[in-house]
């Protein structure tokens, strides 16, 4: 069952994780002997967390000019050891993103908030958010379709990037707002529970000195008209993930419009999901966004 928390991977699962080719994998192992998987009675490979750790440093310390023959000589204590060389440096985007899948495999927040801090103590938020959390989620995508990762490994570490959005939004929050100018107000629609990105474009928002008012997932249309009442020149923001469903997000996006464009409110779309939007028939202050940095750079 995909929800059963995973192990033992195959060397299919090694190679979405790492990067490694299975090939590559199967000619590091013959020739120098790098892992040391167990075998079924049919004689398929099969690794243990040991075995990813070690090749996930091996990865690194390849990517930064050591050759798989001179790794293959070091005793098991020294690949660690010159990975942790590597990472004092403070450069190594790679093994922050390394470190944050072995926390996610292992259910280690301490490594999780670990490798945060270290990152944290050099970059801004928005730099690791955008540098490393990014990168990450849309690698977790794959990794959970592919079944290389289950759905609690997911859950894990979505939660805590969740988590530290939500205390560097805090501090935000409790400014008053500097620019006046629009009000945005996010939400996501019915059935739609994928809120990262839209929790990090609050963030963005915030930090850009902006009122916002954050409504969440599977919120109706018609609440979100309520709010017209209230407040001039809105933003509406929405991510379309997984819904609404394409046979009918026109139709959707449609009454969107008509429903929240009064006077000079816009809506702001982004997600998977916009790709089946018809841009030809959409009111011009309809604005799709395909990537977040797209969006960012509108702010």
Not at 214 to 238: A, C, W
């Amino acid at each position: 069952m995909i929800n059963n928390i995973k192990t033992v991977f195959s060397i299919k699962d090694l190679e979405n994780l790492s990067g490694i080719k299975a090939h590559t994998i199967r000619i590091w192992e013959k020739r120098y002997n790098i892992l040391e998987p167990m075998r079924t009675d049919t004689n398929i490979r099969l690794y243990n967390v040991h075995n990813l750790q070690k090749l996930l440093n091996i990865t690194l310390l390849h990517e930064y000019g050591y050759k798989i023959s001179k790794i293959a000589t070091y005793q098991e204590e020294k690949i660690p050891q010159l990975v942790r060389e590597i990472i004092s440096k403070k450069n190594s985007q790679n093994y922050a993103i390394t470190s944050f899948k072995m926390a996610m495999m292992n259910f280690d927040q301490e490594l999780f908030f670990n490798t945060f801090d270290w990152l944290i103590s050099e970059k801004t938020f928005s730099e690791v958010f955008k540098d490393h959390f990014l990168p990450l989620l849309k690698e977790l995508g794959l990794l959970w379709q592919s079944e290389t990762i289950t759905l609690a490994n997911e859950h894990f570490m979505s939660h805590l990037i969740k988590q530290k959005i939500l205390i560097y939004t805090e501090s935000l929050q409790i400014l008053k707002p500097t620019n006046t100018e629009r009000v945005f107000i996010l939400s996501l629609p019915l059935n739609e529970a994928h809120q990262i990105g839209l929790l990090y474009m609050q963030y963005e928002l915030l930090l850009k000195g902006y009122k916002t008012i954050y409504l969440g997932e599977s919120m109706p249309l018609e609440n979100l008209q309520d709010l017209i009442k209230h407040f001039e020149n809105i933003t509406f923001v929405s991510f379309m993930t997984i819904q609404p469903d394409r046979r009918v997000i026109n139709q959707y996006v449609k009454t969107m419009g008509q429903k929240l464009l009064e006077k000079n409110n816009e809506i702001w779309l982004m997600g998977n999901m916009i790709e089946h939007i018809d841009e030809k028939v959409l009111p011009e202050r309809i604005k799709l966004f395909y990537t977040m940095e797209e969006t960012l750079e509108r702010i």
